[in-house]
C-alpha cells in the first residue's frame, strides 16, 4: 500500500539532518509571553521581535484592545454562522465601512484570513475559459485561488514588464483576463512596479487585482499601499489585503469601485460557506484602521527604521535582498540552510528573533533571514539590532 505521506520524505530526512547538528527547530519557537509589539519572553529570556508582520504595532494599541473588549462583553465570543446567513454582525458592517473609507472605494468585502480574501475573489472571478496572468512569485494564496477557480495559468519573471506584456499578447483578445500583482513581495520585500504593469495590462483589456497585504498602512500618502504611492490607485479592479499585517489582528478584505462587486457576497463560496470573524475582531480591526488613517507619524518613523537597519547590515557587510529599503521587510541572504539556520540560533542566543525562510517559499531556492521592522520599534533598538546581527554574524562566520 502506497504511504501517502511517502511524497514528504526528502523534507523530512533534510530536517532530521539540521536537527542533528544541535539546531533548535526554527520554525517551532515558542512566545511564553508577549510584552509590547516588539518584545516577548522567548526561551525564558526577553526578546527584540524581527520577525512578526506588526509594521505599525497596532497589538498593543490602547483604543484597539478595548474596543475589542467591549464587543466580546457585548457580542461574545464568537458568530458560528457565515456571513449569509447569521454571521454578519454590526461590527462586520462597521469595519468594511472603515475599509471603504480608508481607500476611498465604494465597496468592501470582509474574509476570514488574508488567505481566503485570495482565494475567495480569485477563483470566483477567473474561470473556466479565462486567464490569470500573475508574477512567478505570487503568494501561495494566488496560485491556490487560480487552481480553485480553474482558470488557465499563466507566469511571467519576477516584476518583468516586459514579460508581462509578451505575455498578454499572445492571449486571445476577447478572453476573460485577470493580472494579479502584489505590492511588496514579502520575501524579499522588492516593490512591484505597478504604474508601467498596469498601463500594459489595461491596454491589453485585462482586469487587475493587487494584494497589498506587506504595504497597506505603511506605504503611500494615506497609507493605501504601492498602488496609491505610484498614482495608480483609480485604475486598480481589486485591491486585496490583510489584517494580519498593519492591523495587527486576523482577516482578510476585498476594496473594489466595481459596480456589480456585492453580488461577490452570494456567489463566493469561501465567503457563503465560512463562519466569520468573531466581534472581538472586527471591533479591533475596524479601530485600527481608522487610526492608520491619521498614522503618518509612526509611517515616518517605520522608513527611518528600515533605512537604518538596512545601511547597518550592508555595512556590516552581510548580502540583502535589495540594494536599497522598499519596504519593511529586510532580506539578509544566507550562503546556505544549514548556516542560516545557524545564523538564525546565534541571533536567538543574543535576544534576536527573525524569520528563517527557506525553500522552497523562497524565490531561487535562497535562504533568508527576514527581518520584518515595526513602527515601535525604538532607534535605541534597531542599534541593538545591528549589535547582535555583528555579534551572530562574526560567531557563525558569515561576516569577517
Not at 481607500?103 to 477567473?126: C, E
Not at 475559459?129 to 503568494?139: A, E, N, R, T
Not at 499578447?169 to 498596469?198: F, H, T
Request: hydrophobic content about 40%; aromatic content about 8%; glycine content about 10%.
Amino acid at each position: 500500500m502506497t504511504d501517502l505521506f511517502s511524497k514528504f520524505d526528502p523534507l523530512i530526512q533534510q530536517r532530521e539532518a539540521l536537527l542533528a547538528t544541535g539546531v533548535k527547530d526554527p520554525f517551532s519557537l515558542v512566545m511564553e509571553e508577549v510584552k509590547s509589539p516588539t518584545v516577548a519572553i522567548c526561551n525564558g529570556r526577553e526578546t527584540i521581535l524581527l520577525g512578526t508582520y506588526n509594521y505599525m504595532g497596532m497589538t498593543f494599541d490602547d483604543d484597539v484592545i478595548a474596543a475589542g473588549k467591549k464587543a466580546l462583553e457585548e457580542f461574545g465570543s464568537g458568530t458560528t454562522g457565515s456571513r449569509v446567513l447569521n454571521g454578519t454582525y454590526q461590527g462586520h458592517r462597521d469595519v468594511e465601512q472603515a475599509l471603504k473609507d480608508f481607500y476611498a472605494m465604494d465597496h468592501a468585502m470582509v474574509f476570514s484570513t488574508g488567505y481566503q480574501a485570495n482565494l475567495g475573489i480569485i477563483s470566483t472571478i477567473a474561470g473556466k475559459g479565462d486567464y490569470i496572468i500573475l508574477d512567478i512569485d505570487s503568494h501561495a494564496s494566488i496560485y491556490d485561488g487560480c487552481k480553485m477557480g480553474d482558470a488557465e495559468i499563466v507566469a511571467f519573471r519576477h516584476n518583468d514588464i516586459e514579460a508581462l506584456e509578451k505575455r498578454l499578447k499572445r492571449l486571445p483578445p476577447e478572453a476573460g483576463k485577470l493580472v494579479v500583482l502584489e505590492g511588496v513581495y514579502s520575501m524579499l520585500g522588492d516593490v512591484a512596479p505597478l504604474k508601467e504593469m498596469i498601463r500594459v495590462s489595461k491596454e491589453a483589456g485585462a482586469m487587475i487585482l493587487v494584494d497589498e497585504a506587506h504595504s497597506m498602512g505603511f506605504i503611500g500618502p494615506n497609507g493605501r499601499g504601492v498602488a496609491e504611492d505610484q498614482g495608480v490607485l483609480d485604475q486598480v479592479d481589486f485591491v486585496i489585503g490583510t489584517f494580519s499585517k498593519s492591523v495587527g489582528t486576523v482577516g482578510g478584505f476585498c476594496v473594489s469601485n466595481h459596480p456589480k462587486f456585492e453580488i461577490l457576497r452570494l456567489v463566493c463560496r469561501p465567503y457563503v460557506f465560512t463562519a466569520s470573524l468573531p466581534p472581538s475582531v472586527v471591533a479591533t480591526a475596524a479601530t485600527s484602521i481608522r487610526k492608520l488613517m491619521h498614522g503618518s507619524n509612526k509611517r515616518a518613523h517605520l522608513w527611518e527604521n528600515s533605512r537604518k537597519l538596512h545601511g547597518g547590515l550592508k555595512a556590516l557587510g552581510f548580502t540583502l535582498g535589495t540594494d536599497e529599503p522598499q519596504s519593511a521587510i529586510i532580506a539578509v541572504i544566507m550562503p546556505d540552510l544549514e548556516r542560516g539556520a545557524a545564523m538564525w540560533e546565534a541571533l536567538l542566543a543574543e535576544g534576536l528573533y527573525v524569520n528563517l525562510a527557506r525553500p522552497p517559499a523562497t524565490p531561487a531556492n535562497m535562504t533568508l533571514l527576514r527581518c520584518s521592522l515595526c513602527a515601535e520599534h525604538s532607534s535605541e533598538q534597531v542599534d541593538q539590532i545591528l549589535g547582535m546581527f555583528a555579534a551572530a554574524g562574526r560567531k557563525v562566520g558569515i561576516i569577517g
